[in-house]
């Protein structure tokens, strides 16, 4: 079946760091890409998206490219702000199931 | 615009009890609709999803079941608590999944409410 596998966390970093987050996945067929993030005590917000191979999605300086052929979708920021600080999960879409696949998610810290 | 609420956002409840948590959508017609838990540390686990009034699909055997009584009303219910359901509850809702021109079911984006904290003593 389909699975997401990100980079544990926490992630420390300080104010203007660049910042990587490791996304993998495993599907069948071609699904869509997805970043959230969840800010301390609240729900899931979509961050970005791509739909297919080569597809760049970005947001609020993130930004996150589908590479199929290392099944990969890693999240970057070239300067992260201590309001960064959040839950970030990496998904795709289940075709079958009509539903999203979510990683564990990794935890940003942003230091001032 | 569309909009969704969960409620309660907090919830003790002691084991044994029963549970119902609810969600609303408003602003759209005939959305898929899904329940995912989060338990502390982990990742988000889907326990149910709607495509229909009535119709639900359970992910994982467990305690809770689901109703969808309306259109855009999803309730997640436990008869008696267990502590392993202490966690955080997200419902959420997508326009009807469909399929692109490459196979594959296109920018169907998921809508989270601000969720449901339980905690079961």
């Known amino acids: 079946g389909n699975s997401v596998t990100q980079m544990e966390g926490p992630v420390t970093l300080s104010e203007e760091a660049f910042l990587t987050i490791n996304c993998t996945y495993t599907a069948t067929g071609y699904p869509s890409l997805f970043w959230y993030v969840q800010y301390p005590g609240e729900g899931l917000q979509l961050l970005l998206k791509a739909t297919k191979a080569d597809d760049k999605g970005s947001n609020k300086g993130f930004e996150a490219t589908y590479r199929k052929e290392t099944t990969s979708f890693h999240l970057e920021k070239g300067s992260v702000q201590v309001s960064d600080s959040a839950v970030y999960f990496c998904a795709l879409t289940d075709t079958g199931r009509r539903a999203l696949t979510f990683g564990s998610g990794t935890r940003l810290q942003v230091q001032p | 615009s569309q909009t969704i609420h969960q409620w309660p956002a907090t919830l003790v409840q002691p084991v044994g009890s029963p549970l119902s948590l609810e969600c609303t959508v408003e602003?759209?017609?005939?959305?898929?609709l899904y329940w995912y838990r989060q338990a502390a540390g982990r990742g988000l686990q889907l326990l149910f999803y709607s495509v229909g009034i009535g119709q639900i699909s359970s992910e994982v055997p467990q305690n809770l079941s689901a109703s969808r009584p309306q259109d855009r009303q999803f309730i997640l219910s436990s008869k008696k608590l267990l502590l392993s359901d202490s966690g955080f509850y997200l419902c959420?809702?997508?326009?009807?999944?469909?399929?692109?021109?490459?196979?594959?079911?296109?920018?169907?984006?998921?809508?989270f409410g601000a969720g449901s904290r339980l905690t079961v003593l």
């Open positions: 959420a809702w997508s326009v009807r999944f469909g399929l692109n021109v490459w196979g594959n079911s296109g920018a169907n984006v998921l809508t």
């Open positions: 602003g759209t017609s005939n959305p898929n």
